[in-house]
């Protein structure tokens, strides 16, 4: 799994990047300026003939520049993507020089710069990396400022990219801002020289001044950077949703737990794998919720429409909670045979956590069920402050209680309601 770490400046990606991999120290780290597959800030981007007069310019360090050198092709063209910031040297005019052949700010033209941000993307393998700001940040930063796309267009990009990156294991982990301005005054503070001098922010209002964005908009305060992060950050929420609704989690900036919020969520017992259920999981979901004897004991059947809100609803619910109805699979196969998992419902007028399950039917009477609301008991009590969890069910669905027994759950409760006639409620303390 690759994650992408996005989210306006100040945010705290760089932490983000540098907990995940902590966490996750197989994964390769992909930061602004080193060479990345998908990913071009800081580094200049340079055709056979530019490459060769800018090692004949700085001679004196040609070897370095080499060293900092990646040849890949574009087209039936060999470029070089040199790092250049990471080469020191004192020889005046090398970094601003090189600065030119960055593909981003509107040097290269609309359609080229897509061009090899999709060339890149369609060549990239996506085993277990972490990019910081490589898939939003700048390319949108200069789709605004710099080709001022419209809100549309710039989404119509990304499906685009969507469709090139589609079938690749990623997730996008967004750190969303509540207050920006708060946010900008903390780092003008932090982002300054040995003497105290702001350095980021005159940087940043020379740039958003001097863009055409800048000049056609009359961008000249800190409120104008306001109101210009909080269109971007806005645009990126509304990609987020649209285009990578299955790829992506938001979390709030510095107050997020990595544990349940990132790390991919994944339940082994001996049979089954416990895992999020995406959009591509409709078929296999549908033949279980669909499936009249299964659910005959629910308040209304299901059609194609219900199981998609059945599918958005908990990956809403991953997002809010860090957890939800889960898909179950059957860990020989992969194959997803049913749900099951922790929700938040209400009962009796308060919300209880309550474990739920549905397995296919030609998968029922082996345990299944059982054997997924175990785990999920357990890593309940493992990771929630819940001092009880719940099953609840018409008093009918006689399968259903008996499967809340056998995980240990006593009766608690009869009451009247309008779904049910008369719902029967389980439930299980931490210390029984």
Not at 180 to 191: D, G, P, V, W, Y
Not at 250 to 261: F, G, M, N, W
């Amino acid at each position: 799994m690759t994650y992408f770490i996005e989210g306006l400046q100040g945010a705290g990606k760089t932490t983000l990047v540098a907990n995940l991999s902590k966490k996750l120290p197989e994964h390769k780290v992909f930061r602004e300026g080193d060479y990345s597959p998908v990913e071009l800030a800081w580094c200049a981007y340079l055709a056979e003939d530019q490459y060769a007069k800018i090692l004949s310019k700085y001679s004196k360090i040609a070897d370095e520049i080499r060293q900092n050198t990646t040849e890949e092709m574009y087209g039936s063209k060999t470029h070089y993507v040199v790092t250049y910031t990471q080469i020191l040297t004192d020889i005046p005019g090398f970094h601003k020089d090189l600065e030119q052949y960055e593909i981003y700010n509107g040097r290269i033209d609309k359609k080229t710069f897509e061009d090899i941000i999709f060339s890149r993307y369609s060549k990239w393998d996506e085993s277990d990396q972490i990019f910081e700001c490589s898939i939003f940040q700048n390319i949108i930063e200069n789709q605004i400022l710099f080709y001022e796309m419209t809100d549309d267009e710039i989404t119509d990009f990304y499906i685009r990219l969507k469709e090139i990156i589609k079938d690749k294991q990623f997730k996008i982990l967004y750190l969303e801002v509540e207050n920006i301005a708060e946010t900008l005054e903390i780092i003008r503070k932090e982002r300054v020289d040995s003497e105290g001098n702001e350095i980021w922010f005159q940087l940043m209002m020379g740039f958003l001044k001097e863009c055409p964005y800048g000049i056609s908009h009359g961008l000249r305060d800190f409120n104008d950077l306001v109101k210009h992060l909080e269109h971007r950050m806005n645009l990126e929420l509304k990609i987020i949703k649209e285009v990578f609704p299955d790829n992506s989690i938001i979390l709030k900036s510095k107050d997020y737990d990595l544990e349940t919020r990132v790390v991919p969520f994944k339940l082994e017992t001996e049979r089954l794998i416990l895992r999020e259920m995406t959009t591509e999981d409709f078929d296999s979901l549908y033949a279980v919720l669909a499936d009249p004897d299964i659910m005959q004991h629910y308040p209304y059947s299901f059609d194609e429409e219900r199981v998609h809100s059945w599918i958005k609803r908990n990956r809403d619910r991953y997002q809010q909670y860090g957890f939800g109805l889960w898909a179950v699979c059957l860990k020989d196969t992969g194959e997803m045979i049913g749900d099951c998992g922790l929700t938040l419902q209400n009962i009796d007028g308060k919300q209880l956590p309550e474990i739920g399950y549905h397995i296919r039917k030609d998968q029922q009477h082996n345990g299944y069920a059982k054997e997924a609301a175990i785990a999920v008991r357990n890593w309940a009590f493992r990771t929630t402050s819940y001092p009880a969890l719940y099953s609840y069910c018409k008093y009918t669905n006689i399968p259903s209680i008996r499967t809340a027994e056998s995980i240990g759950m006593k009766p608690y409760l009869d009451y009247k309601d309008e779904d049910n006639g008369i719902t029967h409620v389980s439930v299980i303390f931490r210390n029984q």
